[in-house]
């Protein structure tokens, strides 16, 4: 993963070059979920995962399973009904997903438009977790990244302030029309 660089600096007349090595084969995801309800704190939920296999033929991101595990963990963490604002990705369009979905009454499903991130609040959360974690390291190893991305997004989880101006950001109203049940 090469990470995003917005400063640096060089001898005034010189570009700046910032040398890497050859890319790495080596890959990680993460999912999450920016959980909100009135009243209480918000909370991130999230699930990295390093992809071992993926040079012999292995999947290289989550797959369907993996999200169903995360909303289940998440359900079972808040104690509440999820309701789901998807993007398009396609393992949240997955036949299986959906079906998982369907069949319990917990969770309701959203699919935002084709191609509209700023209604993403988790894009925001990407967006600190770029610029923060990720901005001006050179990363020695996997293992690296993976503690830089896991400190970065406990931190995250401990601001829910920053987790509340994602969704402001996103300019979606924190109200549902559907009754709640307890």
Known sequence: M?????RTWSRRGHTPVVRVRGRSQRRFSIAALA???????????????????HKRGGRRSFTWSDYRDLLATAHQQLGAPLILVWDNLNVHLDARLRAFIDAHDWITSFQLPSYAPDLNPVGGVWSLLRRS???NTAFSDPDH?????RRTLREIQYRPELIDACLAATGLPLTTTRPQTK
């Open 35 to 53: 959980c909100y309800k009135p009243g209480e704190r918000t909370r991130l939920i999230f699930r990295p995962k390093q992809h071992l296999d």
């Open 133 to 135: 974690a990720q901005c």
């Open 145 to 149: 990244l993976n503690r830089s991305l």
């Open 2 to 6: 090469t990470p995003p660089t917005p």
